[in-house]
């Protein structure tokens, strides 16, 4: 997890920086899936590949809460947005 200013992250993303930033370092197609709006969804071409997405969740007034993108059953990461700029960069690794 980086909470502070000064800790480069993926793609050189770091605390401070906007929303926007987010979203231009990484895919950006919008798409309605199953009700919710995804930055990207990649189909798997077999039952055995990875499905890949990201997604965008929003707080009570519409502001962008939160960018979380997965690209492996086992890695994903998620930008915590206030006010428009990234306050938290968490990282996850499931290994089940």
Do not use: W
Not at 84 to 89: A, C, P, S, T
């Amino acid at each position: 997890m980086i909470n502070k200013r000064g800790i480069k992250g993926p793609r050189g993303i770091e605390v401070g920086d906007s929303y926007k930033r987010v979203l231009n370092k990484f895919r950006y197609s919008p798409e309605k899936i199953g009700g919710k709006k995804y930055l990207y969804y990649i189909k798997p071409k077999t039952k055995d590949d990875i499905t890949q997405f990201g997604c965008i969740t929003y707080n009570e007034k519409g502001e962008i809460d939160s960018i979380y993108y997965q690209d492996s059953p086992y890695y994903g990461i998620e930008f915590k947005i206030s006010k428009g700029r990234v306050k938290q960069i968490v990282a996850y690794y499931h290994d089940n």
